[in-house]
């Protein structure tokens, strides 16, 4: 299939800039594969939708403040000089005290380039130039590096989310975090997961809906572009996902008795069916994963799940695609266009899955 075929348009006024004021008030759309049809609805109504006995599942991986901002370390004459500013957003720890990180600007970030974080609170060097901008960093900070980080670090928003550093501070710390969010090490937060509440929870537990959690660590792979022209090519970078036994066994005695697993996100989605054998049975495991889930994958571990909308020729279109078919997407989203709902990850959301005849 051509990237073409998962392109749609948007208007920039629908890319949501900030959070609205109470998470559960958001719009969701919900889509029914079986009858090939979608309504407008809101979150609130999300715990209504399900059954009794259903299972949801969430990713309770923390976001850390993994955006550092810096400047080159320029050796003159007189000694060190201050240099171009660099960004260096830390994906995935390599060593002790090394990160693999996305870099800008990249090119002139070559190996032996001496970098000065937080105003000489912290000091890298490039030690490795690898491929699309990321390069690897050994700093040098004894076994103060995750203290440092966290002191001097950066929300890492996605670049579309316009916002200054004091704002970013003063918004986005407290709210690009789901409310169940536990494990650090995310560099971006599981968005379908920023719409619960405690008072949801609540109504979920009312109903005799069950809640697991599982941990998937958001990295390189929810940046990363596809730069292929035909889908099928496209790699994905590994990301770490943790199951564990409680977690697989409540999974595993939802889908014996009939029930539905309705993912939250698409990161529960991949580590679900990452760690799902050929029968659908979970695994308890601690692992990474590379799953690239586009049209044509045949799921084993979910039957449902709630996202918030993607970017066009993205790989989470594509899978969002995979579960509820391209062209229904396609649709849907072009309906969400229409009726001016909030896109990305401060947006609405859209509930995929057979809900007919209940709904």
Known sequence: MHISEFDYHLPAELIAQEPLAERDRSRMMIVDRMSRTWRDSTFEEFPDILNPGDLIVINNTRVF???????????????????????????????????????????????????????GRLKGVVTEVLEEGRRIITFMAGGELERIIDTIGNTPLPPYIKRDQSEEKRLDEPRYQTVYASRRGAIAAPTAGLHFTPRIFDRLKQRGIGVTEITHHVGYATFQPVRTDQIEEHKIAAENYEIGEDSALLINQTKARGSRIVAIGTTSVRALESAADSTGKMQPQHSSTELYIYPGYKFRAIDAMLTNFHLPQSSLLMLVSALADRELMLAAYNHAVEEKYRFFSYGDCMLIGNWSPAV
């Open 65 to 119: 403040p993994a955006r550092l901002i810096g400047h080159r370390v320029i050796k003159g004459p007189n000694g060190e000089e201050r240099g171009a500013q660099v960004e260096a957003l830390l994906v995935k720890s390599v060593g002790l005290n090394q990160w693999e990180v996305i870099a800008k600007p990249g090119r002139a970030l070559r190996a032996g380039a001496e970098i000065d974080f937080g105003n």
